[in-house]
């Protein structure tokens, strides 16, 4: 049996930025498509993209998996095409932003094999524009999700200020 090809598209959004937040994915290999979003009440554009790639690559159930995933962002993009990552890791990501979402992504992205396509945002790329209305309007949600290490960050940053 070969691995299935997976095509997933990712967006993030942060009304804010620092604000209400969320993200949004659809998932397509063959006949199938999914399509989930989740809101957070408080966050970053960036954990937003990267946490849609990360749950996008978390919901696959066959390893090894032949992905391309669809992002408009060069942050996440870039981190893994221009191979920061590998620095990253060697460094411990000290001085990385968003260390607890990178260490996520390295444990599932090792698990597949997994290509990234930058694709411009707001422009007439369907998966990207469905996607960036998921997360927008789960930003809107009413019972948002708390980003944890966001917030506990954010707070004792300010401690210190």
């Given amino acids: ?16 930025n620092p604000g209400p937040g969320g993200y949004g994915i659809v998932m397509m290999s063959g ?52 191979d920061w990552i590998s620095t990253w890791i060697k460094k411990n990501f000290k001085k990385v932003k968003n260390p607890d979402l990178w260490k996520r992504f390295i444990n599932i992205y090792k698990l597949h094999n997994v290509k990234f396509v930058w694709v411009k945002g707001h422009s007439d790329n369907e998966g990207n524009n469905r996607c960036d209305y998921l997360a927008v309007e789960a930003s809107k949600k009413t019972n948002l999700l708390i980003d944890h290490f966001y917030e506990t960050i954010n707070q004792e940053e300010n401690k210190l200020l």
Avoid at 1 to 16: F, K, V, W
């Fill in 1 to 16: 049996m070969t691995n299935p090809q997976i095509e997933i598209y990712t967006d993030g959004a942060a009304r804010g």
């Fill in 31 to 82: 006949n199938y498509r999914k399509e989930l979003s989740e809101g957070f009440r408080k966050t970053t554009n960036n954990r937003m993209e990267l946490l849609a790639v990360i749950v996008a690559l978390e919901t696959l159930k066959v390893e090894n998996s032949n992905v391309t995933v669809y992002t408009d962002s060069k942050y996440v993009s870039e981190a893994v095409n221009q």
